[in-house]
């Protein structure tokens, strides 16, 4: 220790050490001057405890030396400041694992899990939805005509599902459900008469207006007597709206005689005009009709 602490007292007075061991002077001139050092601070220090720390400063004994720059070092250094970079690289390491788990194990799965699900469903599901809408079609239209119309729909369907056109195969559904509907419909179509609405109208045609045009109002009632909104086409502009209450033409004769009947006491007693049953697609009409409709006048 005391060795140590003459090395310690070496360094802090430097001049005297650099003067001394780089003149010619001997060394025990060092160590004279040395123990009167120690003397001053009234400590007793062996000549051979001198030697011995001149000697060690010499050698370096008591020095640290770094060592060279390499990996060993790097990864040491890195190591002791592991408190300082440790909680954010942690943090960061933590941040990336939960994103992966997240986006391999959840969100990858969960996409490819809604694909096949599409992809199975327009190659099997649409297709067998238009298979089953076709036989109840088969089974319960009264007419060829139906049958005709849903393999057509269908035939179409199919092709669009099989080219991957998922909106052209919906749209196949929905063409079918629809003809189904109309199938399945039972009403009466009926002349309105009622306090404040037209039981009839005539107008001039557009294209022709030496002509007239002569319409009865009606709506559709069911079994029930519930009125019912059915897509009309509309003659004078081509578009087909859903309604309750719309015109169809017919002709002069025909209009007269029902304006004659609702003069006799304000009631139409022969007020159903046609009716469209189950199983059929069209209405069997009661009266002559011209087949145009109006949905607004």
Known sequence: ?????????????????TRELDSDAKEQQLIDKLRGIYRQQGIEVPDTILREGVAALNESRFVYDAP???LGRTLARIYVGRKRW??????AVIAL?????????????YQHGQAEQARLELAEGLPAQMDGLYQTIFEETK??????DAEAIRTRGKALAAEGNRAGAEKAVADLTALRDRIRQDYSLRIVNRQGEKSGFWTFPEINTDAT???????????????????ILNEENGQTETVAIWGVRVSEAVYDAVVADKQDDGIIENNEIGRKSFGFLDVEYNVPVSGGAVTRW
């Open 143 to 148: 007419v060829q005509q139906g049958v005709v």
């Open 68 to 70: 060279p720059p390499s």
């Open 86 to 91: 440790g909680r954010p690289v942690a943090a």
């Open 213 to 231: 045009n002569y319409y009865l109002v009606v709506e559709a009632l069911d079994a029930d007597g519930n009125v019912l909104s059915l897509p």
């Open 1 to 17: 220790m005391l060795a140590m602490d003459v090395v310690d007292t070496l360094r802090h007075q430097q001049g005297l050490a």
């Open 97 to 109: 694992l939960v994103f992966q788990v997240g986006y391999f194990g959840v969100w990858q799965p």
